[in-house]
């Protein structure tokens, strides 16, 4: 049994900063690829940022230069830092994580629940 659980949602002024926290916990061998999704209503869901477990970094063009990705792989843990946040980056937010559970010898994508995000005045 896996979970992630994100943390670190709310609303927060145009021009603002939240840092999301998404701990995954379980029978976990390793983990590959972490990642944040994010998904507005009406909209399909997209990917924010991603991290490789070497640290190797991509994001959606919106977010380049405002959001930053991380990880510490010894807490099994992604961080997201959101800053200059705008009205448009109000959405719910996914953790993602390709991970290798143990007895399974093919990785597995998990999501966690999602946290909100509300960028409002």
């Known amino acids: 049994q896996v979970q992630l659980v994100e943390s670190g949602g709310g609303l927060v002024q145009p021009g603002g900063s939240l840092r999301l926290s998404c701990a995954a916990s379980?029978?976990?061998?390793?983990?590959?690829?972490m990642g944040w999704y994010r998904q507005a209503p009406g909209n399909e869901r997209e990917l924010v940022a991603a991290?490789?477990?070497?640290?190797?970094?991509n994001y959606a063009d919106s977010v380049k230069g405002r959001f930053t990705i991380s990880r510490d792989n010894a807490k099994n843990t992604v961080y997201l830092q959101m800053t200059s946040l705008k009205p448009e980056d109000t959405a719910v937010y996914y953790c993602?994580?390709?991970?290798?559970?143990?007895?399974?010898?093919?990785?597995?994508?998990?999501w966690g629940k999602g946290t909100l995000v509300t960028v409002s005045s």
């Open positions: 991290i490789s477990s070497g640290g190797s970094t």
């Open positions: 379980g029978s976990i061998f390793s983990i590959n690829a």
């Open positions: 993602n994580a390709d991970l290798l559970v143990w007895g399974k010898n093919y990785s597995i994508a998990y």
